[in-house]
């Protein structure tokens, strides 16, 4: 077999260029490495380095912040020192400062009491002299009012009066004629009754007299004739 | 005589049931000697409660021979036989206005006896009530034959005249 030239020439341009791009790469890779390990070198570096100045900043803002507290605690102190005598001071002045001005309210008090006093007892009067001449003046409202009622009461009165005695005429003559027709049906179920009674005082005398007037004689004709009777009537079969 | 003959002539001298009933008491009284004895005297007595003519054939009857340890049980039946024929004996109820005397009991039981049966007999009753004339209760049935019935119904007919009469 033959092989081409061309494709000769070709697979070794591109073994070549491999090789060469490997090159690149290990020298890329190589370079790399380098910048790394200097990358880490200055990574630790730092490290420390931060690891010492917190510890050192830290111990002098410590050390500050002492120096400040220590201030201000002196500094209070002094506050208060000076505050205690004020307080002091402002205290005999403030007592001095509340009975004057306890004086003076007293004063303005007493004068105000007297002015409401005199104030109220004016008004006092005033709304007095006012109820009073409503109070008349209602008073006559009232009184005529109570005569305008009266006379229309008394007015209505007569009427519902006269009304009346005509209602009351009209019922008296109703249960006049009704007691008038009980009184009727009375006397005519008396008079049957009494007719009754007279009735039968008739037939027990009847019956008396003729129980006495019958002789011995008629009684034995009597129960003979029953006797006839009752064998016309068949009754003794 | 014999029993049933005998029977119906002692039946025909009783004329009211209360005869009948003193029938009876008179043959209680009779059968009651067997057991305790009586003297002569005293069984001659014992009918006399009756009437005169029941009383004689009632001693004819029974006391013509005197009852002894054999003819007692004899006796004794034909008392019984007696009694249950007395049972027997028909029954009319008559309530009268009046109490009647022996003639008028006489009268009604004849015509009764005559004119019904003659083993009817009468039970008397007395009620002043009715006037006159009888009530009769006879054979279930009752009826009115009273002079106060007829009054009544005269007043009922007439009771308007009646009425007009008062006013």
Redesign the interface.
């Given at each position: 077999m033959i092989i081409d030239p061309i494709l000769l020439i070709f697979l070794a341009l591109a073994v070549t260029v491999l090789a060469v791009v490997l090159l690149v790469m290990a020298l890329a890779y190589a370079k790399n490495g380098q910048k790394l390990h200097q990358s880490e070198e200055l990574n630790r570096h730092l490290q420390e380095q931060m690891s010492e100045k917190p510890i050192k900043l830290l111990e002098n803002a410590h050390e500050k912040a002492q120096e400040l507290i220590d201030e201000a605690n002196r500094h209070a102190n002094e506050i208060l020192a000076s505050s205690k005598a004020y307080e002091d001071n402002s205290n005999v002045a403030l007592k001095e400062k509340l009975a004057q001005l306890e004086k003076d309210q007293e004063a303005v008090f007493e004068t105000a009491s007297a002015e409401m006093k005199s104030a109220y007892q004016d008004l006092l009067s005033q709304i007095q002299e006012q109820d009073m001449n409503a109070l008349k003046s209602m008073t006559k409202d009232i009184q005529s009012d109570v005569l305008a009622d009266f006379k229309e009461f008394r007015g209505t009165l007569e009427k519902e009066t006269i009304n009346s005695e005509k209602v009351v005429k009209e019922k008296i003559d109703e249960e006049y004629l009704q007691i008038e027709k009980e009184l009727q049906d009375y006397k005519k179920q008396k008079y049957q009754k009494i007719?009754e009674d007279?009735?039968k005082i008739?037939?027990r005398v009847?019956?008396m007299v003729?129980?006495q007037g019958?002789t011995?004689d008629?009684?034995?004709q009597?129960?003979?004739?029953?006797?006839e009777?009752?064998?016309k009537?068949q009754?003794?079969? | 005589m014999q029993d049933s003959a005998l029977f119906d002539h002692i039946t025909e001298k009783i004329r009211l049931k209360s005869e009948m009933t003193a029938v009876f008491i008179c043959l209680e009284d009779f059968t009651s000697n067997f057991f305790a004895p009586k003297n002569d005297d005293e069984m001659q007595r014992v009918f006399d409660n009756l009437p005169p003519a029941l009383a004689q054939v009632m001693k004819d009857s029974y006391l013509q021979e005197p009852v002894t340890h054999e003819n007692q049980s004899l006796v004794h039946k034909h008392v019984e036989d007696l009694k249950d024929k007395l049972r027997t004996l028909r029954v009319?109820q008559?309530t009268?206005?009046?109490q009647?005397n022996e003639e008028?009991i006489a009268?009604?039981s004849d015509?009764?006896k005559k004119?019904?049966t003659v083993d009817t007999i009468i039970d008397l009753q007395f009620d002043?009530?009715i006037?006159?004339?009888?009530l009769?209760i006879?054979?279930g049935?009752y009826?009115d034959?009273?002079?106060?019935k007829k009054?009544?119904g005269r007043?009922q007919i007439q009771?308007d005249e009646?009425?007009g009469l008062?006013?």
């Open positions: 007719d007279i009735y008739l037939y009847s019956e003729l129980s019958i011995f008629k009684h034995k009597l129960v003979l004739e029953a006797l009777t009752a064998k009537e009754v003794f079969k | 009319v008559l009268l206005a009046f009647p008028a009268i009604f015509w009764v004119n019904i002043k009530t006037v006159g004339g009888a009769l006879a054979d049935q009826k034959y009273s002079v106060r009054l009544a007043f009771r009646i009425v008062l006013s």
